[in-house]
């Protein structure tokens, strides 16, 4: 079964004071494009969310989100005791100086002066932390459940398209015999013309069709293309992430297409090549969102 790289899964954690929600969205990406957002406070752990979300979910352009209603911010603001005594000495020593009075409200000069205030983040506690990490684990989940109702839906489609090449390739063989007598009958119409002018060498004129037609058969074509679509649905059905190895093998899909096409020397042929290009074009499209 394959997953696709489309997902979004959500996690919660509800802790005393606060509850924290993880989103994680992902979208198709060659490799594993890891972008976070934590809060300040969940800052430190970054690398272990990395390592933990990169295990999991080994491609695509992943956007993970921390989400935190709190009733009680994660900043603790601090007075700085030692600072207003300072400022306040000075202010008084100035005050006696100049003579002024005393009843000045020092305290409304002092505050917006700098450093009277200090900010200081929480620490984070280990316990809540490993909660927090719980809910990343089911978000992952969410995704990952996610990840596979999608790929149901797209190896479904997958499946339609190679069978539909399958079914054109099985066409190809009630035009091959009326291809050749058509080219034999061209040729002998346009020998004919030259032989009222020349004699021409029956023998040799035999050798020549037997080298053009060898030359147009695609019988090698066939066969490789039917064993491409057999072994595109063998790595499609394999339990492992197979996305690369299916892009590849619809490149040789497309090659074999491609050959048949130029030496079908037969309009019914090209218009069965055409349709068969159109079903492998879509299929790519599909592939490039697979996991």
Same mark, same amino acid.
């Given at each position: 079964?394959?997953?696709?790289?489309?997902?979004?899964?959500?996690?919660?954690?509800?802790?005393?004071?606060?509850?924290?929600?993880?989103?994680?969205?992902?979208?198709?990406?060659?490799?594993?494009?890891?972008?976070?957002?934590?809060?300040?406070?969940?800052?430190?752990?970054?690398?272990?969310?990395?390592?933990?979300?990169?295990?999991?979910?080994?491609?695509?352009?992943?956007?993970?989100?921390?989400?935190?209603?709190?009733?009680?911010?994660?900043?603790?603001?601090?007075?700085?005791?030692?600072?207003?005594?300072?400022?306040?000495?000075?202010?008084?020593?100035?005050?006696?100086?100049?003579?002024?009075?005393?009843?000045?409200?020092?305290?409304?000069?002092?505050?917006?002066?700098?450093?009277?205030?200090?900010?200081?983040?929480?620490?984070?506690?280990?316990?809540?932390?490993?909660?927090?990490?719980?809910?990343?684990?089911?978000?992952?989940?969410?995704?990952?459940?996610?990840?596979?109702?999608?790929?149901?839906?797209?190896?479904?489609?997958?499946?339609?398209?190679?069978?539909?090449?399958?079914?054109?390739?099985?066409?190809?063989? +009630?035009?091959?015999?009326?291809? &050749?007598? *058509? %080219?034999?009958? @061209?040729? =002998? !119409?346009? $020998?004919?013309? #030259?032989?009222?002018?020349?004699?021409?060498?029956?023998?040799?004129?035999?050798?020549?069709?037997?080298?053009?037609?060898?030359?147009?058969?695609?019988?090698?074509?066939?066969?490789?293309?039917?064993?491409?679509?057999?072994?595109?649905?063998?790595?499609?059905?394999?339990?492992?992430?197979?996305?690369?190895?299916?892009?590849?093998?619809?490149?040789?899909?497309?090659?074999?297409?491609?050959?048949?096409?130029? +030496?079908?020397?037969?309009?019914? &042929?090209? *218009? %069965?090549?055409? @349709?068969? =290009? !159109?079903? $492998?074009?879509? #299929?790519?499209?599909?592939?490039?969102?697979?996991?």
């Amino acid at each position: 079964m394959i997953l696709s790289m489309t997902g979004f899964g959500k996690g919660v954690c509800e802790l005393p004071n606060k509850k924290v929600s993880i989103e994680i969205k992902s979208l198709n990406s060659k490799q594993l494009d890891l972008n976070t957002r934590l809060p300040n406070l969940y800052r430190e752990k970054e690398i272990e969310v990395r390592t933990q979300v990169g295990k999991r979910l080994t491609r695509g352009k992943v956007d993970l989100g921390f989400y935190v209603e709190a009733a009680t911010s994660d900043k603790i603001t601090k007075i700085n005791h030692q600072v207003i005594k300072n400022y306040h000495g000075q202010l008084k020593e100035i005050t006696s100086e100049l003579g002024l009075s005393d009843n000045t409200d020092f305290l409304k000069v002092i505050m917006p002066l700098p450093d009277t205030v200090k900010v200081e983040l929480a620490e984070l506690d280990e316990s809540e932390w490993k909660a927090i990490s719980a809910a990343i684990e089911d978000a992952i989940e969410d995704i990952i459940s996610f990840r596979k109702s999608e790929g149901k839906a797209l190896e479904l489609d997958i499946r339609e398209r190679i069978s539909i090449i399958g079914d054109l390739l099985k066409e190809v063989p +009630k035009f091959e015999t009326q291809r &050749i007598d *058509k %080219i034999k009958t @061209r040729i =002998k !119409d346009n $020998l004919d013309e #030259i032989a009222q002018r020349t004699q021409i060498d029956e023998n040799r004129f035999e050798q020549e069709i037997i080298f053009y037609l060898e030359k147009l058969d695609v019988t090698e074509e066939k066969v490789r293309l039917d064993n491409h679509l057999k072994y595109f649905i063998e790595t499609l059905e394999a339990n492992d992430i197979v996305g690369k190895k299916l892009g590849f093998i619809t490149q040789e899909i497309g090659r074999e297409i491609n050959t048949l096409g130029s +030496k079908a020397n037969d309009a019914d &042929i090209q *218009k %069965i090549v055409i @349709r068969m =290009k !159109d079903e $492998l074009e879509k #299929i790519k499209e599909q592939i490039l969102n697979v996991l």
